[in-house]
């Protein structure tokens, strides 16, 4: 199993410019979570998706940032227009559809904007 | 609402030392508990995990217990490595919101040898 897979890993962009991060999840696996970390504001959750459903997008800083999954084997996470305070690591996961069942972490892209 | 609340760190630790990083929870009913661990560089992947009220979730040599008296789910190990220098987060998931997690601030772990 190749695990969550994102691309890229690290992405560096100027100011304004549009961002578009990509996951694959774990095949089989009907739940997918897009977060962002930074040293200040820890791990965020910025929204997920229920059978490529989005369920919950209240995480979302603002309307530069929209995340699409048209199908269960694939979601992106977009910024228009990037700004630097968007600079972080973005980390997608995914899991199946239970309380009990654990998230499996992608490695991560790291994004600095200029 | 559901939350956890993690011990604040950094946390310094001598090798072979006993380690211990608390961990309470609000939720009504039964979350179920994890601990996630993070590595320098890479993304959270699961540690341990206790789905029921007096559970104990262990590996690696870490161990947490699920109790319900004190809504608390503390990660400990007995002789901690160098190689155990990571983030710990405490996260719980319930099924009054499906799937969805809720995750601690995070523990940062040093072990110098």
């Known amino acids: 199993d190749a695990g969550v897979i994102q691309s890229p890993r690290h992405e560096v962009t100027e100011m304004g410019q549009e961002v578009t991060l990509r996951c694959k999840p774990i095949s089989g696996h009907n739940s997918l979570f897009w977060y962002r970390q930074t040293m200040m504001r820890g791990l965020e959750l910025l929204i997920y998706f229920n059978n490529n459903v989005p369920i919950d997008d209240s995480g979302m800083p603002e309307d530069r940032f929209s995340a699409k999954m048209p199908n269960a084997s694939f979601s992106t996470l977009k910024i228009q227009p990037s700004e630097p305070r968007d600079s972080a690591v973005y980390f997608c996961?995914?899991?199946?559809?239970?309380?009990?069942?654990?998230?499996?972490f992608g490695p991560g892209t790291r994004l600095t904007v200029l | 609402g559901n939350s956890v609340t993690q011990m604040e760190g950094p946390v310094t630790l001598s090798e072979e030392a006993f380690l211990t990083i608390n961990c309470t929870y609000t939720a009504t009913g039964y979350p179920s508990l994890f601990w996630y661990v993070q590595y320098p560089g890479e993304g959270l992947q699961l540690l341990l995990k206790?789905?029921?009220?007096?559970d104990k979730g262990s590996n690696k040599g870490f161990e947490a217990t699920y109790r319900k008296e004190t809504t608390s789910f503390h990660l400990e190990k007995g002789s901690v490595q160098v190689s155990d220098s990571a983030v710990y987060f405490c996260?719980?998931?319930?099924?009054?919101?499906?799937?969805?997690?809720?995750f601690g601030t995070g523990t940062s772990l040093t072990v110098i040898p």
């Open positions: 996961a995914s899991s199946l559809v239970s309380s009990y069942n654990e998230q499996f």
């Open positions: 996260a719980l998931s319930h099924s009054n919101t499906g799937n969805q997690f809720y």
């Open positions: 206790a789905t029921k009220a007096d």
